[in-house]
């Protein structure tokens, strides 16, 4: 079993539709956890962080439930900017430096 | 302004022809990691810096090697490339020890096998 595992996607969708993206992590000690979006042939950026008490930045809110270790990623209102894919990322703190374990992404193509 | 830079973006190298990709930080983080990225596969950790501590994961090839002189400047030395290591290799970093706090990416040096 892979330690994050994402929808398989990719997601089609059109301007305006509301997408949502989860994602489950296998580690019970994993301690911070964030989205980021990668552009085709770019590096990955940061899109937001998750918290237990989920978190919203415009039209993006993510959530986190620990007891069944859940994430999720909501898009309101797509834009065709919003086409990227986006990785559902794990943190595990050891010791001295953290340890990223990503998820293999999902895409989603925004249409007009 | 970049405080992540990698050199160079693009990377074209012959099949067994040794090749090093560099990368330096404007952050002053204690740790910087070196991932490599196949084609619609997640980044994978080959290893990572804590200062002068060096970390190799346990499922990366003999074949990569890492340097780190400085804090600033870290360098990832494929020995002998194969068709097989063709792909975005991306430098991140971070302060230690902090919890939530998330990794800054250079923009990545894409290598090609000849």
């Known amino acids: 079993r892979k330690e994050v595992e994402q929808d398989p996607g990719p997601f089609n969708v059109p301007e305006g539709a509301t997408v949502a993206f989860n994602c489950t992590y296998s580690?019970?000690?994993?301690?911070?956890f964030f989205w980021y979006r990668q552009d085709c042939r770019k590096e990955p950026k940061l899109l937001m962080s998750?918290?237990?008490s989920g978190n919203e930045d415009g039209r993006f809110t993510a959530q986190l439930n620990r007891a069944s270790q859940y994430i999720s990623l909501l898009i309101r209102d797509s834009k065709l900017s919003d086409s990227a894919t986006y990785l559902c990322?794990?943190?595990?703190?050891?010791?001295?430096?953290?340890?990223?374990?990503f998820g293999t992404g999902t895409l989603l193509a925004v249409q007009p | 302004d970049a405080m992540v830079i990698q050199n160079p973006r693009y990377q074209v190298t012959q099949f067994g022809k040794p090749v090093t990709l560099s990368c330096s930080q404007t952050?002053?983080?204690?740790?910087m990691y070196w991932y490599q990225q196949k084609s619609s596969q997640a980044p994978k950790l080959l290893f990572h810096?804590?200062?002068?501590?060096?970390?190799n994961e346990a499922d990366t090839p003999d074949n990569f090697q890492s340097r780190r002189p400085n804090t600033s400047f870290c360098f990832l030395d494929i020995r002998s490339p194969g068709l097989g290591d063709a792909a975005m290799y991306l430098c991140?970093?971070?302060?230690?020890?902090?919890?939530?706090?998330?990794?800054?990416f250079g923009d990545g040096t894409r290598l090609s096998i000849l």
């Open positions: 991140a970093t971070s302060r230690p020890g902090t919890v939530n706090q998330p990794q800054h």
């Open positions: 580690n019970s000690a994993s301690q911070s």
């Open positions: 998750v918290y237990s």
């Open positions: 990322v794990v943190l595990t703190y050891g010791g001295a430096t953290n340890k990223l374990i």
């Open positions: 952050l002053n983080h204690n740790v």
């Open positions: 810096y804590y200062d002068k501590d060096f970390n």
